[in-house]
């Protein structure tokens, strides 16, 4: 069992950043590949930014590209999203969740869920 807990959230206002972080119990985080999604109120949950098990490969939803970064710490079975030059569009309750594999699949589904972590981006 793996257990996700996410912080970090909070009120910024437009063009600010916050940095989210995600602690897994357990001693095989680096067995996981880890992603984080978002779900704004009446939306359906997308996907935002992912890392293999290494931290060697990171991919992201076009929509935070260039703004937002993924990272992790396996030492201390953490991984991070930096969310830089946020928007309005970008409030949303982020989750991070992990895949039981090297690479993670924003199409398979995840192995476990964290509870969230609210951001909010006032214009």
């Known amino acids: 069992q793996v257990q996700l807990v996410e912080s970090g959230g909070g009120l910024v206002q437009a063009g600010g950043s916050l940095r989210l972080s995600c602690a897994a119990s357990g001693r095989t985080f680096s067995t996981y590949a880890m992603g984080w999604f978002r779900q704004a109120p009446g939306k359906e949950r997308e996907f935002v930014a992912a890392?293999?098990?290494?931290?060697?490969?990171?991919y992201y939803a076009d929509s935070v590209k260039g703004r937002f970064a993924i990272s992790r710490d396996n030492a201390k079975n953490t991984v991070f999203l930096q969310m830089n030059s946020l928007k309005p569009e970008d409030t949303a309750l982020y989750y991070c969740?992990?895949?039981?594999?090297?690479?993670?699949?924003?199409?398979?589904?995840?192995?476990?869920w964290g509870q969230g972590t609210q951001v909010t981006v006032s214009s």
């Open positions: 969740a992990a895949q039981r594999r090297m690479y993670f699949s924003e199409y398979s589904e995840s192995d476990y």
């Open positions: 890392i293999n098990w290494s931290g060697t490969t990171t």
